[in-house]
């Protein structure tokens, strides 16, 4: 009879996670901009919450401050990344209500935008 061994390796698993700034992406400053409503948790673990200015993205870590700017009003909110989102092509982040408000996004549903990274 042989004896054999088997190590399972495991390794910790961030999808979509990057520590490299938006910058680093020409395409990642400028797109579209959705708003969600609803959603049980988001993927940094918070419970989610409609009336925070907070956003998702797919590659920023999670707490940093990005301000959202509306192309086509001018209109701007600088929002805290704590989920993972949009997996639409050509969108760029997903905020919350209370942010779409504030942009001007509400009856549209999605505006041309830029993103600033502020911290």
Do not use: W
């Not at 061994?5 to 959705?34: C, D, M």
């Not at 969600?36 to 948790?41: D, K, L, R």
């Not at 919450?49 to 600088?78: Q, Y």
Request: no cysteine.
């Amino acid at each position: 009879m042989t004896n054999k061994r088997t190590q399972v390796v495991t390794k910790r698993h961030a999808p979509f996670a990057t520590n490299k700034p938006a910058a680093g992406s020409p395409h990642a400053l400028h797109g579209l901009a959705s708003f969600y409503e609803e959603g049980p948790q988001t993927a940094s673990g918070e419970k989610f919450d409609g009336h925070k200015l907070t956003a998702a993205h797919r590659t920023l870590p999670f707490g940093t401050r990005v301000r959202v700017t509306n192309l086509t009003n001018g209109r701007s909110v600088t929002v805290r990344i704590n989920d993972r989102g949009p997996f639409v092509p050509g969108r760029v982040v997903d905020v919350s209500y209370v942010a779409a408000e504030t942009l001007g996004i509400i009856d549209k549903g999605i505006a041309k935008v830029k993103l600033d990274v502020v911290h």
